[in-house]
T-cell receptor, first 112, second 114 residues
Framework: AQSVTQPDIHITVSEGASLELRCNYS??????LFWYVQSPGQGLQLLLK??????LVQGIKGFEAEFKRSQSSFNLRKPSVHWSDAAEYFC??????????FGKGTTLSVSS | EPEVTQTPSHQVTQMGQEVILRCVPI?????FYWYRQILGQKVEFLVS????????KSEIFDDQFSVERPDGSNFTLKIRSTKLEDSAMYFC????????????FGDGTRLSIL
């Protein structure tokens, strides 16, 4: 069955430091991959998506993610974190149907 | 930017009662979805809807649940005879197409069953 694993439940990063959030997926064919962000009391906002082609994809708010088929990973990165980036981040995979399968999420805290 | 809107933002209901959660998807989108997120757990797919029919549903979406597009703009989730374990955040989403598409989410309805 398709699944998404986000190994880190909670990460704290200093403001201005770089960020990498990990995501591993399990799916037999080429996956469609997404990162969403959820601020408190808000819905899920799409940060970026990977369908095919260039394995490094750019998203909104300065985020990028790299698809590595050999590692079944789709890690999210940002070179310099801002306090407003504090939120919960969800990795999701589209596994051939209409449903998105989500990971459990990583909560990002930003320290000053 | 167009967005998905959900009402109400918070619904409190007695166990055993019926509840209807409402959503207005983005106007030119053709696929509509419901997801739920139990506190502290992952976002789970419930159902997708296209052309006035259920396209796909999960094991969670049993006979207690139903969806409807009563008019050209609204999309509803009905939960009959609510149980305590139905307490969760319910998200509506929509997309232009169906398979493997980015979905645009509303802010959710927090459902509390007493």
């Amino acid at each position: 069955a398709q699944s998404v694993t986000q190994p880190d439940i909670h990460i704290t990063v200093s403001e201005g430091a770089s960020l990498e959030l990990r995501c591993n997926y399990s799916y037999g064919a080429t996956p469609y991959l997404f990162w969403y962000v959820q601020s408190p009391g808000q819905g899920l906002q799409l940060l970026l998506k990977y369908f095919s082609g260039d394995t490094l994809v750019q998203g909104i708010k300065g985020f990028e993610a790299e698809f590595k088929r050999s590692q079944s990973s789709f890690n999210l990165r940002k070179p310099s974190v801002h306090w407003s980036d504090a939120a919960e981040y969800f990795c999701a995979v589209g596994a051939g149907g209409t449903a998105l399968i989500f990971g459990k999420g990583t909560t990002l805290s930003v320290s000053s | 930017e167009p967005e998905v809107t959900q009402t109400p933002s918070h619904q409190v209901t007695q166990m055993g009662q019926e509840v209807i959660l409402r959503c207005v998807p983005i106007s030119n989108h053709l696929y509509f979805y419901w997801y739920r997120q139990i506190l502290g757990q992952k976002v789970e797919f419930l159902v997708s809807f296209y052309n006035n029919e259920i396209s796909e549903k999960s094991e969670i979406f049993d006979d207690q649940f139903s969806v409807e597009r009563p008019d050209g703009s609204n999309f509803t989730l009905k939960i009959r005879s609510t149980k305590l374990e139905d307490s969760a955040m319910y998200f509506c989403a929509s997309s232009e197409q169906g398979t493997n598409q980015p979905q645009h989410f509303g802010d959710g309805t927090r459902l509390s069953i007493l």
